[in-house]
């Protein structure tokens, strides 16, 4: 697929529709206005989302689990026939799957049962949460300061190359992290709503999110507590009596969410369940994965996702909460940065996206930075030196989310190995297993086989053709005569790229 047949009219339409978007935003109609926001981000995910292949980490792993979720939604599996033995602890090649929480996986095995089992289904969620996000961004900055800011909020929130990537698969922890902080922005609309309106109804949807935010990402879900806290205390409708009681209640809807499914696993699948839980506290004290870094990583990988500048509006910010510490909703803010920025700064395993969840709260401190500037700026000195930092504001951000979308790239979007493992489908093999594939988790996705990518001897060939398999080996030029000459056995050639 030729990219810039695609990419010229998407970039004509997302600029036009940006520039009335702005242009209704000066007018005050920020309905339409944040109408446009959602129309132009949603057009950005699914361009990016047309890469019709799984994406190697993690979205392979992902999509094959929720597809075989979809079978059985309770039995998490990655080899869903392993005719092979396996190592319960390698999360790669594994049977049972419990590496990650179930609540994505189940969104996007519910997506392929409705769209089939292929790459856009399985992204489509995580495209409409974070369309979705948009507005959510728009009412939570509007909650916070006023409604400029809360478009101002949505708009970086709308054009944020890592949230589309992510939504698109393309990086690693892909839509999990996108539930994360979907389910993070979803309950604090409910916090805010609850301190509004005073109706334990939004307490419970609050604490349901919290819920399904732990079934997304886990424990560092629980940020929202005090953020909830803080924002029910700015509300002055409530007694101290009062509080406590909707907050148990918050805990306890919360619990009554996520526990369930870990009570499950641990008695299902006690050998794997106790694995998992011991290698997500690795993550703290371990460096797994390769995945190292040094104390500020997180300090300088913002710089890189939302501009160069961040730390102008980041450093004033918390600047100005702490000169006047009772301001509630500046305080939640800085918490929901610092509190996560302090954690993971200080563990050994770290990801980019790991801290994907603050992203609202620095649109939030950018927004009212851009709006204290624009107004600071009048009648002084240097008016100049003003307006380019406000023009580097937006600016930087629309460079990463360009750099990070690739509408000029000229990449195979449509690559042919997938259309070499969908064809095995025209086959009808029943119980087949394909060898010496360097894609097995691709393989498997598009396929009915369980896929391995070594070549295994003669008599454990001979014992899965006894068995009833069907054997396939991917003949790469480099098969072994003893292999070759095997009777009962498949030779394909499968295209690897």
């Known amino acids: 697929m030729n990219n810039l047949f695609y990419s010229i009219p998407i970039i004509i339409v997302c600029a036009a529709g940006y520039y009335f978007s702005w242009r209704h935003y000066a007018k005050g109609s920020y309905t339409i206005a944040i109408l446009f926001l959602m129309v132009c981000g949603l057009a950005l995910r699914v361009y990016t989302s047309a890469d019709f292949f799984l994406h190697p980490w993690d979205e392979r792993y992902h999509a094959l689990v929720a597809k075989n979720l979809i079978q059985h939604p309770f039995l998490p599996t990655l080899y869903d026939n392993p005719v092979l033995p396996y190592d319960y602890k390698n999360w790669t090649a594994n049977y049972i799957w419990v590496h990650k929480q179930p609540l994505p996986l189940w969104t996007m095995a519910s997506s392929m049962c409705l769209f089939g089992v292929n790459e856009m289904a399985v992204r489509l969620p995580s495209i409409i949460l974070t369309t979705i996000g948009i507005w959510l961004s728009f009412f939570i900055g509007s909650y916070f300061f006023n409604k400029k800011a809360g478009y101002l909020t949505a708009f970086l929130f709308s054009i944020n190359g890592l949230i589309i990537e992510l939504s698109a698969g393309r990086v690693a922890t892909d839509h999990i992290d996108i539930f994360f902080l979907f389910f993070i922005e979803l309950a604090i609309v409910f916090s805010i709503m609850f301190a509004q309106r005073q109706k334990t109804v939004f307490n419970v949807l609050a ?291």
Request: hydrophobic share 45%; with cysteine.
């Open 207 to 497: 604490g349901v999110c919290i819920g399904a935010a732990i079934l997304s990402k886990w424990l560092p879900a629980f940020i929202v507590v005090p953020i909830w806290l803080l924002i029910v205390l700015d509300s002055g409708k409530f007694k101290p009596r009062m509080i406590f009681f909707q907050l148990i209640i918050l805990m306890t809807t919360c619990l009554f969410v996520f526990l369930p499914w870990q009570i499950y696993i641990f008695n299902a699948f006690p050998a794997e369940a106790g694995w998992e839980s011991s290698f997500n506290f690795k993550h703290i004290t371990e460096v797994l994965d390769e995945r190292a870094g040094p104390w500020y990583y997180f300090l300088d990988k913002i710089r890189i996702n939302y501009g160069e500048l961040i730390y102008l509006p980041l450093i004033w910010f918390l600047w100005k909460s702490f000169k006047n510490v009772r301001d509630k909703k500046r305080l939640a803010i800085s918490i929901w940065v610092c509190i996560p920025l302090l954690f993971f700064s200080f563990v050994k395993t770290k990801m980019q996206s790991y801290l994907l969840f603050i992203s609202p709260a620095l649109f939030l401190m950018t927004s009212e930075f851009f709006l204290m500037l624009n107004d600071y700026k009048k009648d002084r000195k240097l008016k100049w030196l003003f307006n380019l930092i406000l023009l580097l504001l937006i600016v930087l951000p629309i460079r990463y989310s360009i750099e990070r979308i690739k509408p000029f790239e000229q990449g195979n979007r449509t690559p042919e190995w997938t259309n070499d493992l969908r064809s095995l489908n025209d086959r009808n093999i029943s119980n087949g297993v394909l060898f010496n594939y360097d894609k097995p988790i691709e393989a498997m996705f598009y396929t009915n086989l369980t896929a391995y990518p070594i070549i295994p001897d003669r008599k454990t060939i001979t014992d899965l053709l006894t068995s009833g398999y069907t054997v396939i080996i991917n003949d790469d030029g480099n098969l072994p005569d003893e292999i070759k000459t095997m009777k009962g056995i498949s030779l394909e050639r499968i295209n690897k790229r």
